[in-house]
């Protein structure tokens, strides 16, 4: 069975700082890993993925995540928040052609 | 391109009613899910289908159907509703051939059931 935990449900931060949300998988089988991010009354989006090739994702709006093995983890990166960027972000894994794996989420709030 | 349409958006229901959760995608995709969404618990996996005419169960199905007659449509019905099934439903598509994962989304059916 595969499993992702994201830790912590609420994570603040200022406008300018450094977003970091925190992302650990459980998988029996080489995952494949997603961040999607949600916004208010909106569905899910694919912000970005990895799919064993570059252990560095580059995803949209300057997000970047990187799987570290020995961690297991995939935490979310982004160097500078925007106010724009507050929303509910979810981890999820996958073995391939499994469904999705989601997290609880993390709800990311911005300061102005 | 619409993508993948929800209807309805809202939804009160009473205590043993029953509805149907309209999904339909103009992507040709072959795979369609069913989450739901509670707060603070992320998204359980209700019900799949690889192609018309296969469905499989996910993590949370009892309480629900679902039907893949065409590529295009999936629906949801929900026999005999109870307060548990108060939440958010989201239904999503993906292509078998490209893109693991990415998954695109409805913009979800919100359902009260009182």
């Known amino acids: 069975a595969q499993s992702v935990t994201q830790l912590g449900s609420h994570v603040s931060v200022s406008e300018g700082a450094l977003v970091l949300l925190r992302c650990n998988y459980s998988?029996?089988?080489?995952?494949?890993l997603f961040w999607y991010v949600q916004y208010p009354n909106q569905g899910l989006q694919l912000l970005l993925k990895?799919?064993?090739?570059?252990?560095l994702v580059k995803g949209i709006n300057d997000f970047e995540a990187e799987f570290k093995k020995s961690e297991t983890s995939f935490h979310l990166t982004k160097p500078s928040a925007h106010m724009s960027d507050a929303a509910e972000y979810f981890c999820?894994?996958?073995?391939?052609?499994?469904?999705?794996?989601f997290g609880k989420g993390t709800r990311l709030s911005v300061i102005a | 391109n619409a993508g993948v349409t929800q209807t309805p958006k809202f939804r009160i229901l009473k205590i043993g009613q029953s509805m149907t959760l309209q999904c339909a995608q103009d992507?040709?995709?072959?795979?369609m899910y069913w989450y739901r969404q509670d707060p603070g618990m992320g998204l359980k996996l209700i019900y799949y289908?690889?192609?018309?005419?296969?469905?499989d169960k996910g993590e949370v199905p009892n309480g629900y159907n679902v039907s893949r007659s065409t590529t295009e449509d999936f629906p949801l019905r929900l026999e005999l509703a109870a307060p548990s099934q108060t939440s958010v439903y989201f239904c999503?598509?993906?292509?078998?051939?490209?893109?693991?994962?990415?998954?695109?989304f409805g913009e979800g059916s919100r359902l009260t059931v009182l």
């Open positions: 999503a598509s993906r292509n078998r051939d490209r893109g693991i994962g990415e998954l695109f």
């Open positions: 289908s690889v192609g018309a005419g296969i469905t």
């Open positions: 990895y799919t064993s090739a570059a252990t």
């Open positions: 998988s029996s089988v080489p995952p494949y």
């Open positions: 999820a894994v996958s073995s391939g052609n499994t469904p999705l794996v």
């Open positions: 992507m040709n995709h072959n795979y």
